[in-house]
């Protein structure tokens, strides 16, 4: 069997099928940090105990930086000392899922912060994959570490000490074809019986795109985001009078919990049509001003951050011809909901309502 693509689902996929499997080929292009997800069976009593305080956890959650309930702090990396900050990491690789992203208040925005977790994680390869070779094709480099998603598993890097798991490495060996009998690289052909292809998708804006959506004037969507996707809050796109987007690319999107964004950006939605009926209103769309104002603040934000610096489906950078861009709202899901709540009792400012 094969896995093509080293990403989040491909990091998912490969230590069970690697269980399963004959043999495994997992062809990787840019290797990902990942981390332990370490699950485990839930205590009675701490099930009980969350199922008690739902109402306390979901508000918290809906009013947080990423619509989670997980610890965050304001301690830059370099404000501890190197031992205490060693101590930290080790506990939250113990600890392990996305633990490492509220360690420190500075990992996104401070390279040379970002530097010192991602050497960690990499020592932490090296101690788990034993061949060295493979190890070090496993070991990013060149990108911060979570400016490319963050990934989490099981038994991931423990999947390579498996005498039945062999690491292809397309940088070095790009794949140059799909043969009827398996794939083959610059290097040669591997005949295999299943391709498992995990090899990500056109975030963010490509489902939109997928669909010739035409606005007002005749003005098509396709047009309008030629340069990257732009809308007014993620919510409505200035053109497009009606067309409301849920969990469009230019709100919290990807970096906070969906579930929590969607809930927001579906009541929003409903009181602004509740609104408009009663005041017997037909057509809501943004204002060209107030969309230009919100597509400035998604920018000067996300550049202050790390993640534009990476080749992400973030940023585009998967998809060949695709516009470089990071359009992602990265001031957290709970001021993102205090902004569409002030634009909302002020009776949709920024908003053009007509009959």
């Known amino acids: 069997m094969a896995v093509i693509g080293t990403g989040s689902s491909g990091i998912q996929i490969v230590p069970v099928v690697a269980e399963q499997a004959e043999h495994l ?23 009980a105990h969350i199922k008690a305080h739902y109402p306390g956890l979901r508000a918290a959650a809906r009013h947080s930086l990423t619509g989670g309930v997980r610890p965050i702090t304001h301690r830059p990396l370099f404000s501890v000392t190197p031992a205490e900050r060693e101590t930290l990491m080790e506990d939250a690789w113990a ?23 991602a050497e960690f994680v990499r020592g932490k390869i090296a101690e788990v994959v034993k061949d060295a070779d493979t190890a070090r094709r496993l070991t990013p480099r060149g990108y911060p570490i979570f400016a490319r998603r963050p990934c989490l598993d099981t038994g991931y890097y423990e999947a390579y000490n498996r005498d ?12 140059v074809e ?8 610059k290097e040669g052909e591997v005949e295999v019986d299943i391709i498992i292809a995990a090899i990500g998708y056109d975030a963010l804006t490509g489902a939109m795109l997928s ?51 969607n809930e ?7 009181d602004c049509i509740e609104h408009m009926r009663a005041d017997g209103l037909r057509s809501i769309e943004p204002k060209a001003d107030a969309e ?26 998967n998809v060949p011809g695709k516009p470089r861009s990071f359009p992602v709202y990265i001031g957290g899901l709970g001021r993102y909901r205090e902004i569409c709540a002030d634009v909302a009792s002020a009776n949709y400012s920024g908003f053009k309502l007509e009959a």
């Open 25 to 47: 080929y997992v062809y990787q292009r840019t290797p990902s940090f990942t981390l332990p997800m370490r699950n485990r069976k839930l205590h009675p009593d701490y099930v």
């Open 95 to 117: 600890h392990g899922g996305l633990t490492f992203l509220g360690l420190f208040s500075d990992l996104l925005t401070n390279r040379e912060a970002n530097e010192v977790v």
């Open 164 to 175: 039945n798991v062999t690491l292809k490495d397309c940088l070095e060996h790009p794949i």
């Open 178 to 185: 799909i043969t009827e009998t398996g794939i083959r690289t």
């Open 211 to 261: 669909i010739d959506i035409e606005g007002r004037d005749g003005c098509r969507l396709k047009d309008k985001w030629a340069e990257g996707g732009r809308s007014h809050l993620g919510l409505m796109i200035e053109g497009f009078p009606n067309l409301f987007v849920v969990a469009g690319p230019n709100g919290p999107s990807a970096l906070a919990n969906f579930i929590l964004l």
């Open 264 to 270: 927001q950006n579906v009541d929003w939605i409903c």
């Open 292 to 317: 230009e104002w919100w597509m400035k603040k998604v920018t000067a934000l996300g550049a202050r951050s790390l993640y534009p610096t990476a080749n992400t489906w973030y940023t585009g950078a």
